[in-house]
């Protein structure tokens, strides 16, 4: 079992940064790939990116490429969410999450198997 726990959300104005942190326990995460969601209430659960734990090669979608960056620091088992350049879309109730795999990233919520409770992340225009 992993469990995850997410911190760093919170309200910034449009253009501002955030960083969240995913720190986790109870296994190693060397056999996982570790990745960032967002969900809005009524709307699905949203890829944002990606990262292999072994090799730290990072995915990411479309709509956050060049603000946003993923990071892991090993000795700490903690996942990192750099967001730069926040607009009101951006706004979400941000997920991290585990999949157990070492290098296949999948895109799709249904392919992790461990998540945190999620960060409210509000970005005022």
């Known amino acids: 079992q992993v469990q995850l726990v997410e911190s760093g959300g919170g309200l910034v104005q449009a253009g501002g940064s955030l960083r969240l942190s995913c720190a986790a326990s109870?296994?190693?995460?060397?056999?996982?790939?570790m990745g960032w969601f967002r969900q809005v209430p009524g709307k699905e659960r949203e890829f944002v990116t990606a990262i292999t734990w072994i090799g730290g090669s990072t995915y990411y979608a479309d709509s956050v490429k060049g603000r946003f960056t993923i990071s892991r620091v090993i000795d700490k088992n903690t996942v990192y969410l750099q967001m730069n350049s926040l607009k009101p879309e951006d706004t979400a109730n941000y997920y991290c999450?585990?999949?157990?795999?070492?290098?296949?990233?999948?895109?799709?919520?249904?392919?992790?198997?461990?998540w945190g409770q999620g960060t409210q992340v509000t970005v005022s225009s």
């Open positions: 999450a585990a999949r157990t795999a070492l290098f296949s990233v999948d895109w799709s919520s249904d392919a992790y198997d461990y």
């Open positions: 109870g296994r190693t995460l060397r056999h996982h790939v």
